[in-house]
Structure formats: structure tokens, C-alpha cells
């Protein structure tokens, strides 16, 4: 029986991670309040303690936001066996979608009908994020004035930025830390650091090993110190991709960036599009690999300390502040990602549409409002763009 309250095995956990990685469309924001409303809310598996923990671990370590949430959530109960079988298990899905639609790419020269389906699913995707960051926030804040004040700012500088600032969740976390649980003296224990790991590649064969060895590097580099959630790693990305490399041009970058959107899981499995197109099969492997390596790392390695001493009074109000942060962070991506796919009149029927379906039919499978505003997005980009 674990602290939530409902035994369950490791296998459960993997063969839930698996699913979530096949149907868990909406990126960052939608997979961390799937795993609340299953994990959590529904099943009971993890408390609400340990989903914090969690949470303040993925927004303060770089890295995918929603791939590190799981791998803490499978480390919770089962340690670092957990961990790994439950992070494979979560990207496997999308990765493996991502090379059979690389491979339809380069042999038909992009994929045009992409454009058609993002246009209906994008929209859809904002109304599912934003049930979930309701959820997130009126669970999670309540009625607290601190938090709420918290929450107001780090949305209004995701907004601002277009990006998730690590110093907001830092600094959330310690205000809280010091005005509810303060030290009694200054000379107490501190979260001991995490060392970078350093992941290298080797080059000894007939394949471009020199390719894969600066895709592997430039990967690594991008998973080990960009902060927040698959989105905050797009720009970083253009910049060495497009810019600095020049391995993709500007059109692929973007067809890059749409075949995560619309493929389920973590939209960092981008990374494996991008390496299949520069390098085929294994230049996918070595990217994806680059990338999801370091947040494995940043999340197995600081775990310990987080469940040693996480119900600690200055540990609990720390967290409280970053989830707070982090929260806030979620609903201002919402905003930001909506300004992106909610283009005209119909996505934003979509988009309240799909708001009004959620909050009527609770359980209704994401993946049918997915399947659907697909067909909706087939029929109706055609006709808004021909006009």
C-alpha cells in the first residue's frame, strides 16, 4: 500500500506510461494534467505530495517538463528500475511515430495535408490544456493569496517571454520557503547540487560518424540546459538546427515542430524527426537519445534527496511555491500557444468547443476529440484558406 492509498505494480505504471505516450496528445501542459487526473486524482497511485515533488523537480532541473514527471513518478514507488522502464515507456511511442512519418517525408518531399490536420487538432489541443490547467490550478492553489500572487506573476512573464523562466520557480519556491517555514538558523542543510552529466559519442564505423557525433553533442547539450517544457526548446533548436548547422531549412524546421504537435507525447520527440531527417534511422536514435539521456539523469539523481527529506516543513512550502510557479507557468502557456493556433473564426469555435465538451463529459477520451477535430481540420482548412 503506498502513501496515496491503492497498490499497484510496476507494470501497471509501464503499461499507463506506454498509453499516455500512444493517445497523450497536447504537449507539456496536457501530459502533466493527464498524469494528475489519472495518477492521482482517478487511481490513486501517487499522493499529492509525491505529484508535487515531482512537478518542482522537472520545472527546477532542465529538460522535458512532462518526461521527467513521469520518470519521477515511476522512481516514487519502484526506484530507478521504475524510472527507466517508465521513461522508455513514455517516449517509445512517440518516437517510433516519429520515424514512420520521417520516412513518409522524405519520400514524398513533406507532407502537405500536416498543415490541414494541425490546423483542426491545434485548436483543439488549446481547449484540452486549458481544462487541464483549471484543474491544475483550483486543486493545487485553492484560496491561498500567496500562491495566487505567485501563480499571477509567473503567468504573466510566460506570457510576456514566451518562455519559462527557471529564476520565477526558484524564487516562488524560496519566498514561500522563508515566510512560512523559515530556517532557525542560517548554518541548516541545503539541497545538495546536481553534477551536468556529459554524454559522448563515439565515432569508429562506416557510417557519418562525424554527423552523428555533432548530432549527438548538440542534442545532448540542448536536453542538458534548456529549462521548462518542450515548447522552451523550439527556439533553442532553430537556432543550432537552422541557423548554426544548417541541417534543416526554414520549412522543414517548422514541418519539424507540427509532426510533434501532432503526434502524442512529449513534443521534445521533435528532436527525433530532426535526427532521421539529417541522419536516417540512428541520426534519430542519437538525437532522441541526446536529449532525453540528461532530464533521465536530472531526475533519478536529485530523486533521492526529494523523497528523503520532501516532508520537511521548508522542503513542503518550497515545493508549494514552484508548483505554484510552475502552475502559473502552464496557464501562460496556454495563452502563448493559443496565440499560435488560434489563427480565425473556426479554430476558435474549435478551440470553446472543445472547452464545452470536456466540461459536459468528463470522461470522454481525449483521443476522440483528437480524431475528430482532425476530420475538422481537413474539411475546414481548405475552405478558410481558399476564401
Not at 520521417?102 to 484540452?128: K, L
Not at 528532436?271 to 542519437?286: E, N, P, Q, R, Y
Request: hydrophobic content about 55%.
Amino acid at each position: 500500500m503506498n502513501e496515496a492509498g491503492t497498490s499497484y505494480g510496476l507494470w501497471q505504471l509501464v503499461r499507463y506510461m506506454l498509453a499516455l505516450g500512444t493517445w497523450g496528445f497536447g504537449g507539456p501542459v496536457a501530459l502533466v494534467g493527464y498524469m494528475y487526473r489519472d495518477l492521482v486524482e482517478r487511481r490513486r497511485w501517487i499522493s499529492e505530495s509525491e505529484y508535487k515533488e515531482g512537478m518542482a523537480l522537472a520545472q527546477l532541473m532542465p529538460g522535458p517538463l512532462a518526461a521527467q514527471l513521469a520518470i519521477y513518478l515511476g522512481y516514487v514507488h519502484h526506484r530507478v528500475l521504475g524510472a527507466t522502464l517508465v521513461g522508455i515507456a513514455f517516449v517509445l511511442p512517440s518516437f517510433l511515430m516519429v520515424i514512420a512519418i520521417g520516412a513518409v517525408y522524405q519520400r514524398y518531399g513533406g507532407i502537405e495535408w500536416m498543415q490541414a490536420v494541425f490546423y483542426g487538432v491545434g485548436a483543439a489541443v488549446i481547449g484540452i490544456i486549458a481544462i487541464s490547467a483549471w484543474k491544475l490550478t483550483t486543486k493545487n492553489i485553492g484560496k491561498d493569496r500567496l500562491l495566487w500572487a505567485i501563480f499571477g506573476v509567473s503567468a504573466a512573464v510566460t506570457v510576456i517571454t514566451k518562455s519559462e523562466v527557471v529564476w520565477i520557480f526558484l524564487g516562488a519556491g524560496v519566498l514561500v520557503w522563508l515566510l512560512r517555514a523559515p530556517p532557525k538558523t542560517w548554518r541548516g542543510r541545503t539541497l545538495n547540487g546536481v553534477a551536468t552529466p556529459v554524454l559522448a559519442f563515439f565515432a569508429v564505423d562506416s557510417l557519418d560518424w562525424h554527423r552523428l557525433g555533432q548530432l549527438g553533442a548538440y542534442f545532448a547539450y540542448a536536453g542538458s540546459f534548456v529549462f521548462g517544457s518542450g515548447l522552451a526548446i523550439v527556439p533553442f533548436l532553430y537556432g543550432g538546427v537552422v541557423q548554426q548547422y544548417h541541417w534543416l531549412n526554414d520549412r522543414q524546421f517548422v514541418d519539424a515542430v507540427a509532426v510533434a504537435m501532432i503526434t502524442p507525447g512529449p513534443v521534445v520527440i521533435t528532436t527525433g524527426f530532426i535526427g532521421f531527417l539529417v541522419s536516417g534511422f540512428w541520426g534519430a536514435v542519437v538525437a532522441a537519445a541526446g536529449t532525453f539521456i540528461p532530464c533521465y539523469l536530472f531526475t533519478i539523481l536529485p530523486a533521492p534527496y526529494f523523497k528523503k527529506h520532501g516532508k520537511r516543513p521548508g522542503i513542503v512550502a518550497f515545493v508549494d511555491g514552484v508548483t505554484a510557479a510552475a502552475i502559473g507557468a502552464i496557464t501562460g502557456a496556454v495563452i502563448v500557444i493559443g496565440q499560435r493556433s488560434i489563427t480565425d473564426i473556426p479554430t476558435a469555435a474549435l478551440a470553446l468547443l472543445t472547452v464545452g465538451v470536456l466540461w459536459r463529459f468528463k470522461k470522454l477520451p481525449e483521443p476522440v476529440i483528437v480524431a475528430v477535430a482532425a476530420a475538422a481540420g481537413l474539411l475546414l482548412y481548405p475552405l478558410a484558406h481558399h476564401a
